[in-house]
């Protein structure tokens, strides 16, 4: 038997619950620690370019921004202050560079309105939901615990599928063979979890969709 889950955090202390454990870092990269930026190169260059590359759209250009986000902290790496939020620091960076890239693009699709009228409206709400980012809420361990907490509500043989299929990476036919289950009754289970999951993680997909994109 299960035992029942405690409520599920809020946004506002997702926000607010993970600056103290990088500030060890960013006191660290304040004394040009090469290892403290290799690690956080290591931890986020491929979480930033996965949020960047959704709103442009443009793998070059995804790689272009997240590495002058990276080149730009180490250049003002004496100045930050002790308390900075490293993952919001960095997305911030990512978020305005991407910004200026898409108006240039929204430029670009009105010289050709009469032809881009769909390319030009995929821009703007890409714009918009960039606009409304808040980067401090971006990069949590606590979406792993809400992920965690949400997963262990679902009924036990879906959840089993869920995670068979999402974090060991198996297929269908894998799993089948080893629940002693048809393939179709494998997708049940599937499209069963994503249903419930999206309600009950309906405040945080955009979120989860950044940091766990094998959840999805």
């Given amino acids: 038997m299960r035992i029942a889950c405690k409520a599920i955090p809020t946004k506002t202390q997702l926000a607010h619950g993970m600056m ?7 006191a660290k990269l304040r004394d040009a620690d090469q290892d403290a930026y290799n690690e956080i190169y290591r931890i986020f260059f491929p979480r930033l370019l996965r ?20 080149l730009k902290l180490w250049e003002v790496k004496s100045t930050l202050a002790g308390n900075t939020n490293l993952p919001a620091y ?23 309105s009469s032809l881009q009228q769909t390319a030009l409206s995929d821009v703007e709400l890409r714009i918009q939901m960039l606009q409304g980012t808040i980067p401090e809420n971006i990069f949590s361990k606590e979406l792993q615990v809400i992920v965690k907490k ?3 509500q679902l009924p036990e043989q879906t959840r089993r599928v869920l995670l068979m299929n999402r974090y060991e990476e198996k297929s269908y036919r894998e799993i089948a063979q080893l629940l002693g289950i048809s393939e179709k009754g494998v997708e049940y289970h599937i499209s069963k979890a994503f249903r419930e999951l999206r309600t009950l993680l309906k405040d945080y997909l955009f979120y989860l969709f950044l940091t766990l994109p094998h959840f999805f």
């Fill in 20 to 26: 103290e454990q990088w500030q060890i870092l960013a």
């Fill in 51 to 70: 949020f960047c590359f959704s709103y442009v759209r443009d793998n070059a250009a995804a790689e272009n921004i997240v590495q002058d986000a990276f």
């Fill in 90 to 112: 960095l997305t911030t960076l990512v978020k305005n560079a991407s910004l200026n890239y898409l108006q240039k693009k929204k430029s670009e699709s009105r010289v050709y």
């Fill in 150 to 152: 949400a997963i262990d």
